[in-house]
């Protein structure tokens, strides 16, 4: 295990606890087969539809299916393109904002530039940027 004291990394390796397995999260295979030395990659997929919006109203709150709020919602979530880290930064955010705010975020969303990032996409970097 990696780590000291309490503070451990990574999953023990069947019965030998001199071994473990870490886990590495990336978009981008390469980076995991070639750079990290990955043995296994396993690709997930964006979250879609209702499974993005079920995450995003569970951390935003209810509040996002007001008539008001709820059609800036769907575009502050689009603007996240699937991502979950990208869905709960935005979401938690803002929760409890009121409606000015989710424009002015929706705007700021829409207008950041990505920077030159291998495999990064501009919306995922414009929503977590």
Known sequence: MIGRGRTLVGIPFKDDQTMC?????SRDANLLRKDMGAQKYF????????EA???FKNIAG???EGDQLRPIAIKVLDECGGLPIAIVLIATALKDENVAVWKNALDELRSCAPTN?????????????
């Open 21 to 25: 397995k870490l886990v590495l999260v």
């Open 43 to 50: 690709p997930i997929q964006p979250l879609q539809g209702e």
């Open 53 to 55: 919006w079920h995450l």
């Open 62 to 64: 209810d509040s996002v």
């Open 117 to 129: 990032i291998r495999g990064m996409e501009k919306k995922v970097y414009t929503c977590v940027h």
